[in-house]
């Protein structure tokens, strides 16, 4: 099922069989130089995610979800949210993405992170949305400052490496005093 669509992408619910082309992306040393854990995957870790992330649409709530070639439905990666579960930024949600290496430096995540990110002020009325990237992930930061997000600072990754952080609030966001 369609969550939204852009020029040359589709960004989806998971299906059940996506995880072994998730795993051959994410079994990729390259690809995974700079994403948690920081090592190739296992098959057993590609069934985890894609059966964590379903559980995540069935509630609802903001997710990662496949993102794939509108020409053909090729699985090239995902982008999406998650929960901040460590260091500074706590709690706070946080746009991430993975793309194939063949799709690398074609503008896709772009094209993908900015339109989930205006998908989750709209849909999920999100107020504020985190990134980071380790300085050396020149991709990444890229589409971070790309899609408009604005630099907070450095904080600690889950390695206790200090990493540039971003954030952008949800436009015209009316802040609630609690």
Known sequence: MSILTTDRLIITKWQAGDWQRLYAIMSDAEVMRYVGPYR?????????????????????????????????????GYCGYSTRTYGQYLNETEIGWLLSRQYWNQGLMTEAASAVLRYGFEAYNLDTVIASARPQNLGSLNVIKK????????SENPLGMPVPHFRMDRPHARKVVR
Request: negative net charge.
């Open 40 to 76: 190739p995957i296992t098959q057993e870790e590609a069934h985890t995610f894609i059966d964590e992330k379903v559980r995540e649409q069935c509630r609802q709530e903001p997710t990662t979800w496949s993102v794939r070639r509108k020409q053909s439905d090729e699985l090239v």
């Open 147 to 154: 899609i408009g997000m604005k630099s907070i600072g450095d």
